[in-house]
């Protein structure tokens, strides 16, 4: 039977029974064998891994036990990514052939950067349409965060140095994602919902020109505009690509009917964010 190349212990994970609950008493009845599941990827090279094993010991698209590449190039010509085919065998059942790169490339940057798991949260959020989400996100930034590890040890949020305000949050770019920001994710996937949060929260759209719903519901999720001089404003964002959220809106179709054109996507008077105002996206984006 096939072993993890990384650490050479079967290929399955047992559930800690304590994990799910916190507070209850957590004892194994006597003589209990701790469940498992299957925890194995199998690479195109033929070698198995644990998924943590995995992440563990990858980089770039070379097997970490033979050194043989494992990256498949794309079926688009469009796209220039490698992409980077496993069978996938775990709780989730068995999934063959699946493209691991984009977890990968997300995982790896955040072992690089943990102090930018929330803004990687918010950039997942914004694509995924989930505006409660982030909206428990951006408050939770001016909070202590303390949270319990799979052990149920409470620990702080000090890995990484210092966490991100919900200003750094609201503006983030995706160093690895074309520097999209959250309003370019939201529009790419028509999540208007979204948009209207981000534009309350990080710009300045006159308030007198949003929906009284898009208040309401800011209301009920406790988030509101602050003071946004001198704060960047999310419509001046541009991708690596040059383009503001509006150029993205252009090739998104309907759902973006109305938006277009009226500076909730873009700032009006095609008044860009003139270069030196931020000296990150200026170096980024050539
Ligand atoms: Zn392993
Ligand atoms: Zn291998």
């Avoid at 970490?64 to 498949?72: E, K, L, T, V």
């Avoid at 989930?130 to 909206?135: C, E, G, K, N």
């Amino acid at each position: 039977m096939a072993v993890c190349a990384h650490c050479q212990k079967p290929l399955t994970i047992s559930i800690e029974p304590d994990s799910e609950d916190e507070d209850a008493d957590h004892d194994l009845p006597m003589g209990e064998e701790p469940e498992t599941l299957p925890d194995d990827v199998r690479l195109s090279c033929g070698d198995h891994f644990h998924w943590e094993c995995l992440l563990e010991a990858y980089e770039y698209s070379k097997c970490p036990a033979c050194n043989r590449s494992i990256a498949a190039s794309s079926p688009s010509s469009s796209s220039a990514e490698e992409r980077i085919i496993v069978d996938l065998n775990n709780e989730g059942g068995l999934q063959q052939d699946i493209d691991i790169a984009p977890i990968l490339r997300e995982e790896s940057y955040l072992r690089a950067y943990p102090e930018e798991r929330k803004c990687r949260a918010f950039l997942e959020f914004c694509s995924e349409g989930d505006h409660r989400a982030i909206a428990e996100l951006v408050k939770s930034c001016g909070e202590e965060v303390t949270a319990e590890d799979e052990d149920g040890e409470v620990m702080t949020e000090a890995v990484g140095g210092p966490s991100k305000s919900a200003d750094e949050v609201l503006r983030y770019q995706d160093p690895i994602g074309d520097m999209a920001s959250g309003l370019h994710a939201a529009v790419a996937n028509g999540h208007r919902e979204v948009a209207w949060l981000l534009l309350l929260l990080a710009s300045e759209y006159p308030e007198m020109d949003f929906p009284a719903l898009v208040y309401q519901e800011a209301g009920t999720l406790g988030v509101m505009r602050e003071d946004q001089t001198g704060k960047v404003d999310i419509r001046s964002l541009k991708d690596a690509h040059g383009r503001t959220a509006e150029d993205v809106a252009r090739g998104a179709g309907v759902v973006w009917q109305g938006w277009v054109g009226t500076g909730r996507l873009a700032m009006p008077n095609g008044a860009s964010r003139s270069n030196g105002r931020s000296g990150v996206a200026t170096t980024l984006r050539g």
